[in-house]
């Protein structure tokens, strides 16, 4: 990496990258692709291959964290998916979490980095904690999106965690589409796991009487009920 924090050009990392590429282009669905620039993502490359593919493509390589890295920090949807799938640790450090975070840039990324990178590390109640002292765009989201994917990977969240995401449910204001979505799937989880406190979250929204969050506890009652 140079003085800048740009990564220079690897020989091997180019030869790996262009024959991911192929391999993108290969599954390439033209279709899918125009319906998500329609959806303005952002990404500058987009092949529109299905989540089934790239994860396919991803079983198939052995990336260092580095080389993940450096796959996130491209404009090519496919190359940032299979950095969240491919990425080899665990037991990232908070800082690096941190820094994966600040790239989440659209509502897709938000949820395929919550279930194939945060919720598997060993650090994910400390992020998650973190994520709720943000204010960013999607930092919201992605904490309700990675709380609810350890709960459904069959792990608790610890007392802190669990206190800070009770905060961020009492603290909502307006609420974009994809923190709906995130918060539902939080709430959902949760609902399996500890339905006194999912019904304690259906009465903080209630008291809300907001109408866009009305989903919102329907999908929670519906996992109680």
């Not at 590429?21 to 952002?42: I, P, V, W, Y």
């Not at 709380?147 to 610890?158: D, E, F, I, T």
Request: net charge negative; hydrophobic share 40%.
């Amino acid at each position: 990496m140079d003085a800048k924090g740009l990564f220079i050009a690897d020989n091997e990392f180019e030869k790996k990258l262009s024959e991911l590429k192929r391999q993108f282009h290969s599954r390439m669905n033209g279709e899918t692709a125009a319906q998500m620039r329609g959806g303005n993502l952002g990404y500058e490359v987009n092949y529109g291959a299905s989540l089934m593919h790239i994860r396919e493509i991803a079983a198939e390589w052995q990336l260092s964290a580095e080389e993940c890295k450096q796959l996130w920090q491209l404009s090519i949807r496919e190359a940032r998916i299979v950095a969240l799938m491919a990425y080899p640790d665990d037991n990232a450090p908070l800082e690096t979490l941190k820094e994966w975070a600040d790239g989440v840039s659209n509502s897709e990324l938000v949820e395929l980095s919550a279930q194939y990178l945060f919720a598997r590390q060993a650090f994910a109640d400390d992020f998650i904690i973190a994520l709720c002292d943000e204010r960013a765009e999607y930092t919201k989201a992605l904490a309700f999106y990675t709380a609810g994917r350890v709960l459904q990977r069959g792990k608790n969240l610890s007392d802190r965690a669990f206190a800070a995401m009770d905060k961020a449910v009492e603290d909502l204001g307006d609420t974009s589409v994809c923190e709906q979505r995130a918060l539902s799937f939080f709430g959902r989880q949760t609902a399996r796991r500890d339905p006194e406190r999912a019904k304690k979250y259906i009465d903080m929204l209630n008291a809300k009487s907001r109408r866009e969050l009305a989903s919102v506890t329907y999908d929670i009652e519906n996992e109680l009920f």
